[in-house]
C-alpha cells in the first residue's frame, strides 16, 4: 500500500487509490462536482484539482492514482485559483436566480461559490437560454440553463439503471445535455426512476411533481421505507405543513442508496388521497347488533357509504334507505382491535368446523420477510396445515 504526504499529513492508500481516495479516507477534503462516490470518475469540471510535488500544473484528484512518496498539496494557491476559476466560469453562463431556485440551500454549485467567495460575475459574454421544463414527461422537471456538464446524470443513467437516456450532444459553447437522440424522455427510454436527479448537483433536474411546493429548509425529512413491495428501499419523505411533498433517495439507505423505481420515487400522491383506506372495514353481519348500533352512535364506528368513503351521517343507518336496518353486507370502519377478533374469532370456528386443512394462506411480495415469516406461523402452527405459497413463486 503507497505511503504518500497529503497536507504535510503521512497517508497510507490503498493500492490503486486516487488522490481523492486517499485524502477522504485520511479525513482531508477536497471539494468535487463531478465526482460522485457512485460512479465512475471523467475529471470534467476540474474543481478537485491539487497540486503534486515535481508535478507540472495541478492535477485532478477524482482520477490520479497515488503512487509511493507522492507529496500532495490540496490548497495550494494554484488548487484554489483554479477552483475559483472555474467557479466564475460556470456563473458566467449561469442563471442569476438561486432566491427562486427549487434547490438553493441544496445546491452543491452554490455551495462551493460560498465556500470560495465567488462574486456572479457581469455577463458580457454569450450566454444559455434553453426553454425551462420544455419535457412533457410528468416527473422529471429540466432545466438546462442550470447544467453544468458534470456528466453525473449520464453516468447515474447508463451505470447504475442501465438505461443510457442521457448523453452530451454538440460540441464547445454548443454542448448539450440531450435524452436519446435529443428526443422526450419517454421517447428516449426512459423509465422515470428519478436517478439522474437524484445524483444532479444543481437545479438543473428536478422532480416535477415538487416544483413549488417548497425547498429543502422548508420541509421536514421523515426517514420511511417503500410500502410498495418487499425490496425494502429507504428513503426521505419531505413533509411540510402535514403534507408530504417530495420524496429524495438517501445515500445512506442500506437497501438501496440513492436508487428507488418509479413508483418510490413518484408514486407518494397515495398518501393524500382521501378516498384511501385508513381504517379496517368489517361488514355489518360479522359484528355484534348491539354493540355496532352503540359504536356507531357514539361515533367511534362509522357506516361507509362504498369502500373507501366514509357516510356523511354517522347514523347506523344506510344513507339511502334512512329508515331501514343496515344491509348485512354493508362495510363499517372499527377499530384495530374489533377487526382482528373479528378474523380470529372466524380462522378459529373454521379451524373447529372443517379442520386446518380447510385453510390456505396465499402470501406477497409486497409484504416485508418479518410478516410473511409471521403467516407461515400463523399457517404451520395455529392453522395446523402447510398449505401456504406466495406470489414470488409463480
Ligand atoms: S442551481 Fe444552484 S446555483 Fe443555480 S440558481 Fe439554483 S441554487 Fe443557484
Ligand atoms: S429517470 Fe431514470 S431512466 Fe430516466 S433518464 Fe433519469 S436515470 Fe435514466
Ligand atoms: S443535468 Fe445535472 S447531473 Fe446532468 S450534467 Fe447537468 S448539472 Fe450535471
Ligand atoms: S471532481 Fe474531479 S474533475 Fe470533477
Redesign the pocket.
Known amino acids: 500500500m503507497p505511503i504518500l504526504t497529503i497536507d504535510n499529513q503521512r497517508v497510507i492508500a490503498p493500492e490503486g487509490a486516487t488522490i481523492l481516495e486517499a485524502a477522504r479516507g485520511a479525513g482531508i477534503h477536497i471539494p468535487t462536482l463531478c465526482h460522485h462516490p457512485d460512479l465512475s470518475n471523467v475529471g470534467a469540471c476540474r474543481m478537485c484539482v491539487v497540486s503534486v510535488e515535481k508535478a507540472r500544473g495541478v492535477q485532478t484528484a477524482c482520477t490520479t492514482p497515488v503512487f509511493e512518496g507522492m507529496v500532495v498539496q490540496t490548497n495550494s494557491p494554484d488548487a484554489v485559483a483554479t477552483r475559483k476559476f472555474v467557479l466564475e466560469m460556470l456563473l458566467s453562463d449561469h442563471p442569476n436566480e438561486c432566491m427562486i431556485c427549487e434547490v438553493n440551500g441544496d445546491c452543491e454549485l452554490q455551495d462551493l461559490v460560498y465556500d470560495y467567495d465567488v462574486a456572479w460575475p457581469e455577463h458580457t459574454g454569450k450566454r444559455h437560454t434553453y426553454p425551462i421544463n420544455p419535457d412533457p ?1 410528468p ?2 422537471f429540466i432545466d438546462r440553463n442550470k447544467c453544468i456538464l458534470c456528466g453525473r ?1 449520464v453516468r ?3 451505470e ?2 442501465n ?4 448523453s452530451f450532444a454538440f460540441r464547445g459553447f454548443e454542448t448539450k445535455l440531450v ?1 436519446g437522440a435529443d428526443q422526450d ?1 419517454l421517447d ?12 444532479c448537483p444543481t437545479g438543473a ?1 428536478f422532480d416535477k411533481m415538487s416544483v413549488g411546493k417548497g425547498r429543502a429548509g422548508q420541509a421536514r425529512k421523515v426517514r420511511t421505507t417503500c410500502s410498495f413491495c418487499g425490496v425494502g428501499c429507504n428513503f426521505d419523505l419531505h413533509v411540510r405543513n402535514g403534507k408530504v411533498i417530495r420524496v429524495t433517495s438517501a445515500q445512506d439507505a442500506p437497501v438501496n442508496g440513492l436508487a428507488l423505481c ?1 413508483k418510490g420515487r413518484y408514486g407518494y400522491d397515495y398518501v393524500h388521497n382521501p378516498q384511501r383506506l385508513t381504517h379496517p372495514l368489517v361488514r355489518a353481519k360479522w359484528l355484534d347488533p348491539a354493540k355496532l348500533e352503540q359504536q356507531v352512535t357514539d361515533g367511534r364506528w362509522q357506516v361507509m357509504q362504498e369502500a373507501g368513503r366514509r357516510s356523511q351521517a354517522a347514523s347506523g343507518k344506510s344513507q339511502d334507505e334512512p329508515d331501514n336496518p343496515l344491509p348485512i353486507n354493508q362495510f363499517i370502519a372499527v377499530d384495530w382491535d374489533t377487526a382482528l377478533d373479528v378474523v380470529a374469532n372466524k380462522l378459529a370456528a373454521e379451524k373447529k368446523l372443517h379442520g386446518g386443512r380447510s385453510f390456505a394462506m396465499l402470501a406477497s411480495a409486497k409484504c416485508s420477510n418479518e410478516e410473511n415469516f409471521l403467516f407461515a406461523k400463523l399457517t404451520r402452527q395455529l392453522m395446523t396445515t402447510n398449505s401456504i405459497d406466495h406470489c414470488a413463486r409463480l
Open positions: 414527461n416527473f422529471i446524470c447515474a443513467c447508463g447504475r439503471q438505461r443510457d437516456v442521457w435524452a424522455l428516449a427510454r426512459c423509465e422515470s426512476c428519478g436517478q439522474c436527479v437524484a445524483y433536474l418509479v
